[in-house]
């Protein structure tokens, strides 16, 4: 009877040992994906995979954005139009920087001119001077659309259109890093146009 109980016990450890390697292995395995995932920044994404495209009807890519939609013309938002957005993305995001600023105006050479999310993800585009969802500040620290205005030559404007799966839920008035870091990990595909604008130096 001592043997058999033996045997028995020996057996009992062996399956409890096997249920407890497996169940560290997906914890282990659940934890890898979540690290995929949050280095899924917008830098770093697959962009290959994706279809979905963001253009504008007042300019094509690489071209120069028109005056009226910089600081030497009406200074208002232009079209932008999106589409094959993943029918299961939960919201947008736009967001149009200039990535070309001297750094002795601004340390990282960055202006952001634009922030908007949880915009609509059945949503086609936004119409000129118009805005969707919720406005986040823009480098000068107020809400909404500014236009190119560069201080020594010409610069380039990235019009960046990001699919997620959630919706932020975040309240107006968010900066884009603020952004950035709320929807690291969510990032379904992502689509860019740029423009191009340069002041008269007459």
Known sequence: MSRL????????????????LIILSNILRGE??????SAQTPETINHSSTTMKITSSAFVENSTIPKMYTCDGVNISPPVEFSDVPEFAKSLVLIMDDPDVPTNIRSDGMFDHWVMYDIASTLKGVAEGKFEGTQGVNGTGKTGYTGPCPPDREHRYFFRLYAIDIKLGLSKGKTKSEILEAMNGHIITTALLMGRYNRSRE
Do not use: G
Request: charged share 25%.
């Open 5 to 20: 109980w033996k045997i028995v016990s020996t057996r009992i450890l062996f399956v409890a040992l096997t249920l407890i």
């Open 32 to 37: 890898q994906d979540k690290q995929k995932l």
